[in-house]
């Protein structure tokens, strides 16, 4: 299985989690989507307990792991890096922590029954598969979860069953982040997923591995690709410093890691450029400490740029020193410290992105009302309009600057070229125009042959055949083998021998030698026996020279000798004798007319001319 | 550049000035005395020459001399020239340097008829310039020869006879090779050569013969003639593209009646290429057209000329056939069908454009016909490596159009502006293609800077035509689209916000601006949105371009109220203020100039009871320049600063008004000290403002219908000026920037005491001043010594109480030191170069001898 990424779009459908009692929130009025609601679990496409391996390509496509391990009776091995593991963790602890700390007073699930569901008002009676939705996993299970997975460093060769062999290696688009090669001896199948050829903190993309691919299994692409991250980064930045020098304050919904390095690093060149070292940057996350300091020590996962760093010894991202100067400062939640040194005018970044739990929903709350404030939208998993709905109407300025750094199809269409696989598969999506912008043929892969699409819950033969095995052999059969050179640097032998699978490996092995007497009288156990050898026909090759054949005949006495072309080959009709001689390229046939003895000495006349081994 | 002597004031080259005579172009005794070592070294072949830049020099000077004296008398005078001249050729291995130099020197006696007679009788020129001189040696080799013997020539050919010896030497076929050079230099030269050769020979040729085989031109121009015509005829592309430059060549700098007996003569052939499939040498023939098309000989309308360059604009590729297009429709005289043709020519591949895309077309396309086959611009367009080429070419050629201030066909300038606002849409992804070379267009135009760059161009230049509203509106969205895209380079940036300016402006002055006003509004707080975002822009060349916008705007549309108004209104004035502490100069420099312009507004504002005046603190703003320009570390800063305050002395800015001479005096005190010699060049010109301010509003000026004043009035009126003067330390200022060490600020400031000295030290002065025993006699050479010294001392930064002291000037003291000092020979001083005694003849001479000593030197020091 590859990936087990948490499709959240469905928390839209709820009211905010308030850390405190929101009479406001109480009292919404209903607010209707645009888009219907789609998580849809495909369980019976696919019973999730026979998967045997999971390969992780990014701590964003790991979320969905306990409900997995935990509830289908999933016993294989998950594989992922360290930090896609430490990270996932930290985000995943961070969801746990944000639902679990403001408990509901009751909880319902009797509306998800089918019949009450219709009932409700839209949109949410158009959800589809509510049934499917769960209630959040528990820490618990996220750490049970976690157990599960085995890790592993770029370019390790990893087993699988004997049947394939799998190498993580690095995407280039987050710490640790990676795409997968699974190949057999034969074959080669890539996985790439959520890539990144921009500079930015994490190792840069290793293309060169990924060559040679039968088929390459291409998602993950930018979810904005109109969207340039360097233009978003400066849109960030010029209404960052305009909203501060207004008075107002900032606030950025974001994941805790991932993004926010980036963020921080260019904040980090420009505050002092726009003037803004005065002004206090706040990360409120239950794991914003951790993020912060495991950023710093995944030093062989960072670009080359920051691992040079790390030998100076200097921290590799200039995070370190925001915190030293007092100008980064990051807070568990707002309750606490936080509240004692809270400052405004300020720039805010916490999560969720989703505005439905976590802190932010405090501050959409508490800045909400003045239009000296700004929220900007760093992360493009949700609309922000969508996100923003229960808390309209809104002074507050509100600005979108999706920064998404994974592959745009300009970028697509040059890895493509660079890697050239033979095939490659992708979702259907990525094969069209985006559909509000139909004209904008450029926002399609486009590659030659065509890209190969699917869809959701639809299942699709890999473009390629298995026509191969690797076989070894022993070396003491080996040793016995006598080979004869048929042609130059050509050499063949027949070998005798017993094949052995298992895991998915074979193996010659030499014959077992001829059943000795049995020693005892015990009864003979059938089934251990070795099959029986009879000896082998030599096998013959070369081909036959008419003219020499028709001289070696006449030589034997055979006088009206008559030599016929035919398609495949010579037919010699020895008339006298009423035989036929047959002679084809890869077969020769004697008919004669129950004579053993001519048939024999034909035969043997045949075999003068062919080489025997 | 005058020496700069710290403290003590350079008295001596005030009073005493030595006048250098100026450096005439004859020989003089020491130079030809030094001559004959000079020549005996050039033509020493072991005295190998370091630097050859002085062989240059040498030439140069030999080319002035032949210019104003004989060059027999020269050679006469001189027999080392001559014998140099024998020496080399004599030398069994000269260098290449000193060879090249040979030729050239003596093509340049060679020009001389005389001169040519003389070196031929010594037979000097057909061993240099015949079969058997450096042309059969192994220097041939080297291009420095060869293109010394192709200058030698050209250099030589100014008579008749040395037309007949490259004829009779067999040069002129040495020539015709030389043209295919694998040196440009050569190749170059050569053909040059020949178009010379061929003017020449012609150019006693005026009349039109009545047939020309039977015509008798000389044997020169017929050979060379013979030879464009093969060439033309030939299968080599090379020699058919030499052949039409020499041509291209002879039709531009020639306009003699011959020119059109030539193009007669060659005009067939030349047509038969351009029907060649496909056209090898199309940008050659381009070149030769507009040559020929810009020489009257060819403007009768009847003229064959045209016929072929209409077949050029048929047949000539588009990418290539652009340049002739624009070329025809500039010229005067042309033929209007021609012209039509042309203008169809340039319009094509935008028709094409505005076909791709899916816009309803209310007006009809481009173009009425098409000229060429529209398939063959199509194929371009659909191709990625000639489709942003051809469309830059052509958006650059129609903006050039937009500047003729008359352009001789109609313009169809509402589809034209639709089809400019198509391919920006198709840049940033806002078009919708309607073919398949919509798409097309649209995937290759997508983020293609150089495309949006020429369009931006064009589309402002579009401005000044009147557009109905439904057109101003689409420009104003896709310039918003630009302006507001995160994703626009900060070149293309700076592009839109020139489109912008110009709309705005046309629109501001158009009769019907009026129509257009509410849309103008709408558009205008767009763009101050947009504006305040960019301001706040990481990239500080974004942040700069928006300055940059914003003082130009203010500066064109100040006086309309309802761009007050919008402008007030934004956050823009509060921001630009902010950027005066911009971490980037360059940043600030422009925040200081748009201050400069903004703070104009902010009186008017502020004189408005009802408008809130809080978002510009306009009373510290004279402050703040005042201290950016003392304390600022960059010039660039400080210039913008000086600037300003001249503009807002010369626009009589509230702030200066209230006290001009305290505000001139403290600003020139801060100049004083800068070391940025603009800045204090700035400086200067605020005090020529101003001085010339003061001296008009006295009623002093030098305007011709002012009123004449009584000598009484007047003298009161001068010596109330030199009172103000004198209480600004203009004067310290004046004669500290006098012993400034940069040129132009010393310059400057010479030229400044010169006009004032006219205006304050008039005879009627000169008497009243005499009979006050106030002469130099009177007060000896040491008090004007220790006045100087004390005003310089005043001039620099020092305590406030003994500024005050040191700067209380005696009016009397002022004209006397203006009077006593020679500022007009000052004035010719610094205007000679720096240079001008190295670059006289004769030390030129001794740096060739002092340069071969030194190489002795060291080659003795070897053994």
Redesign the interface.
Known sequence: MLDCGLDMTSTLNFLPLPLVQSPRLSKLPGWVLKDGNTFLDKTELLDLSTVDVILISNYHCMMALPYITEYTGFTGTVYATEPTVQIGRLLMEELVNFIERVPKAQSASLWKNKEVQRLLPAPLKDAVEVSTWRRCYTMPEVNSALSKIQLVGYSQKIELFGAVQVTPLSSGYALGSSNWIIQSHYEKVSYVSGSSLLTTHPQAMDQASLKNSDVLILTGLTQIPTANPDGMVGEFCSNLAMTVRNGGNVLVPCYPSGVIYDLLECLYQYIDSAGLSNVPFYFISPVANSSLEFSQIFAEWLCHNKQTKVYLPEPPFPHAELIQTNKLKHYPSIHGDFSNDFKQPCVVFTGHPSLRFGDVVHFMELWGKSSLNTVIFTEPDFSYLEALAPYQPLAMKCVYCPIDTRLNFIQVSKLLKEVQPLHVVCPEQYTQPPPTQSHRTDLMIDCQPPAMSYRRAEVLTLPFKRRYEKIEIMPELADSLVPLEIKPGISLATVSAVLHTKDNKHVLQPPPKPAQPPASKKRKRVSDDAPECKPLKPLLSGSIPMDQFVQTLEKHGFSDVKVEDTAKGHIVLLQEAETLIQIEEDSTHIICDNDETLRVKLRDLVLKFLQKF | MLPCYGDALPLSLFLTFFYQKKTRCIMDRECSQLLPSVCAVLADSRQLVADDTFLEKFLDWFKTLTETESSLLLLQENPCLTELITCVLKLKDPSSSTLSFILRLTGIFAASESCFQYLQQRELLISLFGEVGPLSSALWEEASVRSGWVQGVHSMVQHQSALHFLCSCGAIDVIFTLQGDPSLFVASAANQLLVHVLTFSLQSFQTKPENIKDCDWPICAQKLIVHIEESLKSNSASRIKQSLKLLTSVFGCCHDLWTEVLWSRLSERIVYLLEEEPVHAGHSLVDLFLSMARSPVFSCPECSLWTSVTCALEHLNPAQVGRLAVGVLKLQECPQAVKIQALSVLLQPMDCVLKAASQPLEYPGLLNRSVNDSATVETLLSCRSSCASLLCQTLTHLEELQYLTCLPVDLPHIPLLQSVVTILQFCI?L???ASCLG?KI??IL?GCFRVQRSALDILGALSHWESPSVFIGSVFDILLAYLK????SPTVLKKSFQATLKWLVSLSEAPSSKDHWQQTEQFLRDLFLVL?????????E?RDSALEFLTLLVKHLREKEWFRQVLFSS?VP??TE?LL????SYVRASAVTAMGQLSFLTHLISKKPGVENGNVKEKSIVAQLKEILSTDSEGFPRRAVISVFIDWLREGHPDVLKDTEQFVSSVLQAVNSDLDWEVKAGGLELAEVFSAQILGRLGLAACPYAAVLSSATRSTHLSESLQIFCQVKLFEFLFGALCDCDRPVAQKACDILIALKAELCDESSLKEGTSAGLSTEARGIAWLEETLRRWSSCAKPCPRGDADEAGSQDPNGVLLVLRTVDLEGLHRSLNRSSDHIEKSPQSLLQDILATVGTLEENEADCY
């Open positions: 992804g078009a919708t293609p798409n649209s995937r997508i895209s995160p994703d626009t305040q975002k960019r301001l706040c822009s990481p990239y500080w974004v956050e509060k921001l902010d502490e911009d971490p980037e």
